[in-house]
């Protein structure tokens, strides 16, 4: 499976920081009509997005058009197994993205709402927060 | 055949007890028009009450007693309200996904002729947590932002399975209050793959113009996509350390 991870950055590693509040950007729908919605806070490994990007795709079958609306920016570091403490930082194991609760995680438009529903609920089962399926519809119902 | 049956129990039945029509549609003048090339207008109503307090407390103070804090804003200056949540709830499903205007009731019984600029929602619960109400004068242009229903099916997303890419949900015109259209109706269904509905294209209404680049792109048919598995390339395989490869300590050093 392909990594997803940032082409280029400016420092090989960061702090770890902290993740408070509610998703205050990137939380409504602006792309698709459809889409998939964080209601927990985690750090989200590019794994778990990339097999939730391709659940939502073969579940399509390349029907529609899907947007991913995070990207993990995030190196995180991990010292290997046995190693003293001290010695520096750790090697970089795996990118992440900071999700927040209300964080739309991806949309979809130009499919049924029962399609997007099933490729939305595959997608739910790959990543490790509790999400909600969301569409443009129902929101304008109220 | 179900048309001339209408025009047959038109005498001896008002439109309205005509149930089995089906909703939306309606007689005119002998001719049978859908709504969404009949962009008549609606206008709503609406009660606000005058509120002292501003900011983060009394703002979610008034949320718990069951009501929406608001401003009026316009020419003659700004105004802090608040609007009973019930009452806009029955009033966004009434307004549907359309423009509308909103006739405000002041509490000082004076009326107000406003449209619903902009609200917020919380992004968990999805309640509506404060709206912009625009005053507007009968008189003057004012921009306000339109939705726009496509219809039909395209041709590219039919027979060559293709995608239908919306770009633009809701678009600006500028017109006068009276001549607000409720939504702008486009037909997609002749669109072929790669080609693109522009805003130089939607339906020309009297007294309505669509400021800003007449080039903007409403919607294309995209060609299928073809998914490529992304491979790493050399630079962000040199931006990634390899996985902890550091030997571990030997036990012997404890």
Known sequence: ????????????????????????????????????????????????????????????????????????????????????????????????????PGTMLFEVSGVSASA?????????????????????????KY | MGIAFCFSIFSVRPLSQISWLGRGWELNLGTVTHPEYNNMKKQLKLAVKNRDGIGRGPARRLRKSGQIPAIIYGKSGSKTVSVDAIAFRTLMRSKGDSASLVELALEDGGKELSIIKDFQRDPLSTAIIHIDLLAVDPNVEMTVSVPIHYSGEPVGVKVGNGVLDIILHDID??????????????????????????????????????????????????????????????????????????????????
Not at chain 1, 76 to 98: F, H, I, L, Q
Not at chain 1, 119 to 135: G, T
Not at chain 2, 225 to 253: C, G
């Open chain 1, 116 to 140: 997007a529903r099933e490729a939305m609920r595959l997608a739910d089962s790959k990543i490790q927060v509790r999400c909600r399926f969301v569409s443009r519809e129902e929101l304008e």
């Open chain 2, 173 to 254: 015109v500028r017109c006068l209050p009276k001549d607000l259209p409720e939504f702008i109706a486009v037909d997609v269904s002749e669109l072929q793959i790669n080609e693109s509905i522009h805003v130089g294209k939607l339906p020309k209404a009297e007294g309505v113009t669509y400021p800003g680049d007449e080039n903007r792109v409403l919607a294309l048919c995209a060609a299928p996509e073809e998914e490529t598995p992304v491979e790493e390339t050399p630079a962000a395989a040199a931006a990634t350390p390899a996985p902890s490869t550091s030997t571990p300590a030997p036990a012997a050093q404890k």
């Open chain 1, 1 to 100: 499976m392909a990594n997803i991870q940032p082409s280029r950055t400016k420092f090989r590693k960061v702090q770890k920081g902290r993740n408070r509040g509610n998703a205050t950007v990137c939380n409504a729908l602006a792309f698709g009509d459809f889409g998939i919605q964080a209601l927990e806070r985690c750090r989200m490994p590019a794994n778990q997005l990339e097999a939730a990007r391709v659940a939502i795709t073969r579940s399509l079958k390349r029907k529609g058009k899907v947007w991913m609306r995070v990207f993990p920016h995030i190196p995180v570091t991990k010292k290997p197994a046995e190693v003293r403490m001290g010695s520096g930082k750790g090697n970089v194991e795996y990118w992440s993205a900071t999700i927040k």
